[in-house]
């Protein structure tokens, strides 16, 4: 990746175990004076115990939400060798290291950890203490990193739009496939299972595959292009429909119904399925994102399909009998 990028330092192992031992005591009761000042003595002596203790604060309160096993022995039996071990697992996931964002794809507790995130079928609104905005899609969450020395977003899942603001820091977008460096930029980021999607709105981007070792493909205003950890295929004109997800709506010209339902399910819970046999037919129009069952309304209407729930979360799109 670009050389000039420094990924935000990681919290080492020992200092996570040092953080997680100062809160397990706190829980346990009030510290006497004797400890509350080598607490504080702790906390000033370096700034990555600062940083370790900001973590392990906001990893604590993010637990009450979380039904894991791992939430479950950090939230019980406080003084347990597991309780321990879990928060310091948990910490060390809500670093930021290298090491441990590829854990998070493994684990589910990507949303409740992240700075900031969506729920499925909502967008939120973000704004950054830079001044950058940023638009969530749903089922979408992010980690942010500002020091002196830079600003760093990570897309950990789903989609964003973002306004940079002028800064003298430089401002690096990670997603799981490289590094993106806007400059006065308005860009929308999609992460996929298998490649990361990057539209420019206004200003320029560069773009670095994460094991790509050549120069980075600048993408300039109204050009977008898809990409994963190797290389970036052939960047296109926007498409008619980008970004309009951000107004509430889907978008679609001559898509077809298979890949609009695919869409549209990332806004509803539960399964939406398309029959085979109607999803080469074509829709084209501008759809509300947050009605969902008006939509599939509507398809009934506009196409020979019907729409068969077997329950609420069980939806099956398929040939008009």
């Known amino acids: 990746m670009n050389g000039a990028f420094n990924n935000p330092p990681a919290i080492s192992p020992g200092v996570a175990e040092q953080a997680v031992s100062w809160l397990v005591e706190m829980q346990g009761g009030a510290l006497s004076p004797r400890r509350q000042h080598a607490w504080e003595h702790w906390l000033s002596a370096h700034s990555e115990h600062q940083r370790a203790w900001e973590h392990i604060q906001r990893v604590n309160q993010r637990l009450r939400g979380l039904s894991s096993p791992l939430a479950h022995a950090a939230l019980n039996a406080p003084k347990s060798t597991s309780r321990r071990h879990a928060l310091k697992l948990l910490l060390l996931l809500g670093a930021g290291s290298a090491l441990t964002y590829g854990l998070r794809d493994q684990l589910p507790i990507t949303p409740l950890l992240a700075d900031y995130s969506s729920p499925v079928g909502q967008r939120r ?30 897309l950990l899942e789903g989609e964003m739009h973002l306004v940079t603001a002028q800064d003298s820091r430089p401002l690096h977008v990670l997603t799981a496939d490289g590094l993106l460096q ?32 050549a120069s980075p493909l600048w993408m300039q205003a109204n050009q977008q292009v898809s990409f994963n950890r190797q290389a970036w295929r052939p960047p296109q004109a926007l498409d008619a429909g980008s970004g309009a ?4 709506m889907l978008v679609a010209a001559h898509m077809r119904l298979e890949d609009f339902l695919a869409e549209l399910s990332r806004y509803r819970r539960g399964q939406l399925n398309c029959d085979p046999k109607v999803a080469d037919l074509l829709i084209s129009g501008t759809y509300p994102l947050d009605d969902s069952e008006r939509v599939l309304n509507v398809l009934q209407v506009s196409l020979p399909v019907q729409v068969k729930r077997f329950t609420r979360y069980w939806v099956t799109v398929e040939a008009r009998a």
């Open 125 to 154: 609104n973000v704004q950054l203490q830079d001044g950058s905005q940023i638009q969530l899609n749903t089922a979408s969450s992010i980690d942010v990193t500002f020091n002196a020395q830079q600003r760093v977003i990570r």
């Open 182 to 213: 806007p400059q006065a930029a308005r860009l929308n980021v999609r992460q996929f299972t298998d490649r990361t999607q990057l539209a420019v709105f206004g200003g320029r981007v560069a773009l670095t595959p994460a094991a790509h070792t």
């Open 245 to 248: 997800w951000t107004d509430g």
